[in-house]
């Protein structure tokens, strides 16, 4: 079972069994869990005629005794608070109390004895602290992404709880598949470590009942690793659809905001791509956008068809099959002038901001050895007036994590340059980048310039040439799934936790980026499950990031590490 499916089933189930008209409750990240698996029609469907938050509930007195509350929250402490306040002078009928995660036996007692009027009928865990995005993607939206940016000697007050929010995520991952993973993580990585650490404990110890599932041959595989081992990936300009509207214009828990781009009807201001609900997005989100585009035009001649045969209504039966088609003809208007909004707004920004040109030479700096060629051709970007800020920025940065070893004068050059023209600019950002995420911490072969199997498959790609120079690059985290798939991934530098170890080949993984994910790396874990290879991956990350999230983690991080201890 998929995490969207998974999530859906515990919302259903929260509405289905209460009959009447209901108010769905719900704090600030349940509404994202929520939101991304059930759409407002949907809602409404299930006698959902009020949808609030926890804490603007609190601030209000009006009585409403003719709705029932469903509650689905975190078990948070402010959380908890809330509804303490709200069951001592209960507004509503009767309250149904759902949680995301496991509650502490002292909350319930809080609970318990806050319910002097007996409202509450009934309470709940609902395995759903994650928010799925996609069938085999899932993200926590953690605001506080940058803790692991942070160098390990400073340590920040924040981090236990950053580390906590991810241990209660992954663990109802598990609680929603009913599975108890082996558990490897990221050698070089202290946050992977620590978090794979608790994340045993709590399955393993504390919670070990409720995670004892009826065994399988083979364990599923929970595998940690760190957004450092490789900061190539979210640094690249995207030309698939949905990893491109995402690095352009934004997506958030499947939504994109359109309302800065200009003159656009209110309700076209905010849209939804959401492969679950938009079957074209669905077919296309992979794809290439010269493709996109050819896709759009089909699109729009179907649509264009539909529409004159409905200007031809003549007859009374004509104009009731339209009466009956017209729901299906308006969402399918709508469904078109998205697309094309979305796809015209990513055109003109392609152009202003020559991201071809650029583009071009990030997967070059990305994909091809060469120092002397690309600080030549860096060199020349950054004094092209028509490249912007961030795009010089990526470039630097690109060209500093490939050659930081082999030219450091030419490195410095570069930095200079960057300063001058780009005043935004902060000084020792990329060289903050390379103590965290440099040669020298990394674990993976992110160039594949250190194995003998990935230099020959290098030079096997560079004889067959590529296919399209825009999309050449491959996340690190493909030749992670590939070796979990042959059984290669070495002990050593991905160790077992505990006494707990993997027979055979799982055939199910769950590998989570401390740090934050992309939509690159979802397209290739979508694709690999596509190849049958008898292993299903599902990605997960603290974020879903861009290079504009990941330059400003990167910035925060630099912030406070100077701040706390002068590291840099």
């Not at 359109?258 to 791509?273: A, F, N, R």
């Not at 015209?344 to 040109?357: A, H, N």
């Not at 769950?510 to 290879?533: H, K, P």
């Amino acid at each position: 079972m998929v995490l969207v499916s998974a999530a859906r089933d515990y919302v259903n189930r929260m509405l289905q069994d209460i009959s009447g008209m209901k108010v769905l409750i719900l704090d600030s990240q349940t509404v994202s869990i929520v939101s991304v698996v059930y759409s407002q029609s949907e809602l409404l469907q299930k006698e959902v005629f009020l949808v609030e938050l926890v804490d603007s509930i609190s601030k209000s007195k009006e009585s409403m005794s003719h709705l029932k509350a469903v509650y689905f929250l975190r078990p948070t402490l402010e959380n908890i608070q809330h509804l303490r306040r709200q069951l001592a002078n209960p507004r509503f009928g009767e309250s149904h109390l759902f949680f995301s995660n496991m509650l502490k036996d002292t909350q319930i007692h809080i609970l318990a004895d806050s319910d002097e009027q007996e409202v509450v009928q009934q309470v709940q865990e609902y395995y759903a602290d994650f928010v799925a995005i996609d069938p085999y993607h899932f993200t926590l939206n953690i605001p506080s992404n940058h803790m692991y940016m942070l160098p390990a000697v400073v340590d920040p007050p924040g981090l236990q709880q950053f580390c906590d929010r991810i241990v209660d995520g992954i663990s109802t991952v598990f609680l929603a598949l009913k599975r108890r993973p082996v558990i490897r993580y990221q050698r070089t990585s202290d946050i992977a470590k620590r978090i794979a650490q608790e994340t045993s404990k709590l399955m393993y110890q504390q919670e070990s009942g409720l995670f004892d599932f009826r065994r399988t041959e083979i364990s599923p595989l929970l595998l940690i690793v760190d957004r450092r081992d490789d900061p190539v990936t979210p640094l690249l300009n995207q030309w698939t659809y949905q990893a491109m509207v995402h690095e352009l214009i934004g997506i958030h828990d499947n939504k994109v905001d359109l309302s800065s781009t200009g003159k656009l009807p209110k309700d076209q201001q905010e849209v939804v791509l959401s492969s679950e609900q938009d079957a074209f997005f669905k077919a296309n989100m992979y794809e290439n956008f010269g493709d996109i585009g050819m896709s759009i035009k089909r699109m729009v001649d179907d649509f264009q068809q539909v529409a004159k045969s409905n200007q031809n209504i003549q007859t009374i039966e004509d104009m009731a099959k339209f009466v009956d088609s017209y729901p299906e003809y308006r969402k399918m208007h709508g469904n078109v002038s998205k697309h094309v909004t979305l796809v015209t707004e990513m055109s003109k920004i392609v152009g202003e901001r020559r991201l071809m040109l650029v583009s071009e030479r990030e997967q070059d700096l990305a994909c091809n050895g060469g120092q002397v060629a690309a600080f030549e051709a860096v060199t020349n970007l950054l004094n092209n007036e028509s490249v912007s800020d961030i795009d010089r920025l990526h470039l630097v940065t690109l060209y500093a994590l490939r050659y930081e070893k082999e030219s450091p004068v030419q490195l410095m050059q570069l930095f200079n340059k960057l300063a001058s023209q780009s005043p935004k600019y902060k000084p020792g950002l990329v060289q903050f980048l390379l103590k965290q995420a440099g040669v020298d911490k990394r674990t993976g072969d992110l160039y594949g310039n250190r194995d003998l199997l990935n230099i020959a498959r290098n030079m096997a790609r560079g004889l067959k040439g590529v296919e399209n120079v825009y999309t050449q690059h491959q996340p690190l985290l493909f030749q992670t799934m590939e070796s979990i798939i042959k059984g290669r991934l070495r002990d050593v530098d991905y160790p077992f936790v505990g006494n707990h170890f993997q027979q055979g080949r799982p055939q199910d993984v769950v590998i989570f980026i401390v740090g934050g994910t992309t939509y690159e790396e979802s397209r290739s874990v979508a694709l690999q499950n596509a190849s049958n290879s008898g292993t299903r991956f599902i990605l997960g990350g603290s974020v879903v990031l861009n290079s504009k999230r990941f330059l400003k983690d990167l910035e925060e991080a630099q912030r406070i590490a100077k701040s706390s201890t002068n590291v840099v």
